[in-house]
T-cell receptor, first 110, second 112 residues
Framework: RKEVEQDPGPFNVPEGATVAFNCTYSNSASQSFFWYRQDCRKEPKLLMSVYSSGNEDGRFTAQLNRASQYISLLIRDSKLSDSATYLCVVFTSGTYKYIFGTGTRLKVLA | DVKVTQSSRYLVKRTGEKVFLECVQDMDHENMFWYRQDPGLGLRLIYFSYDVKMKEKGDIPEGYSVSREKKERFSLILESASTNQTSMYLC???????????FGNGTRLTVT
């Protein structure tokens, strides 16, 4: 089993739709969680950290479920510019490692 | 804003060449990382450094070495480039223990 798993997609959604991605992790000792956005042939860019109580940044909402060991990202009112790959990242201080999912590809269609 | 700068966006090198990839960050971060990213494999950690002159092997250190002589600069060295080292190389830095990584814009290396 992979340490961090994501559905690769692609998720094809119309503009204005709401879309959600999940990411599961296997190490229950994981401490920090992040969502990154990566455009084709570019570097990953931090979208948001994920806090235990859940957090929101504009159209984006992140949630953490420690009991079931997954994090989620919800995008409301999708824009064409949201088309990208979304990477889930999990940090475990004991191993000092950031583990990356292989990403979920989103295509927002006009 | 954190700025992480990698010296080259694209590099083409020949098999057997020694290759240097440079990375500089301007936020006085202690921790710096080198990853490679390949389709279907995601990002894999090559080496990281938590202080000047300190280095730790990541998951795939074979064929690579690193140098951290100054806090702001972390170099990745391919001792003798091989075709299976053709990849996107990403440098990152971070501020504190549970902080997110900040990436440079990547170096796409092709070894022929």
């Amino acid at each position: 089993r992979k340490e961090v798993e994501q559905d690769p997609g692609p998720f094809n959604v119309p503009e204005g739709a709401t879309v959600a991605f999940n990411c599961t992790y296997s190490n229950s000792a994981s401490q920090s969680f992040f969502w990154y956005r990566q455009d084709c042939r570019k570097e990953p860019k931090l979208l948001m950290s994920v806090y235990s109580s859940g957090n929101e940044d504009g159209r984006f909402t992140a949630q953490l479920n420690r009991a079931s060991q997954y994090i989620s990202l919800l995008i409301r009112d999708s824009k064409l510019s949201d088309s990208a790959t979304y990477l889930c990242v999990v940090f475990t201080s004991g191993t000092y490692k950031y583990i990356f999912g292989t990403g979920t590809r989103l295509k927002v269609l006009a | 804003d954190v700025k992480v700068t990698q010296s080259s966006r694209y590099l083409v090198k020949r098999t057997g060449e020694k290759v240097f990839l440079e990375c500089v960050q301007d936020m006085d971060h202690e921790n710096m990382f080198w990853y490679r990213q390949d389709p279907g494999l995601g990002l894999r950690l090559i080496y990281f450094s938590y202080d000047v002159k300190m280095k730790e092997k990541g998951d795939i250190p074979e064929g690579y070495s690193v140098s951290r002589e100054k806090k702001e600069r972390f170099s990745l060295i391919l001792e003798s480039a091989s075709t299976n080292q053709t990849s996107m190389y990403l440098c990152a830095s971070k501020e504190g223990a549970n902080s997110p990584l900040h990436f440079g814009n990547g170096t796409r290396l092709t070894v022929t």
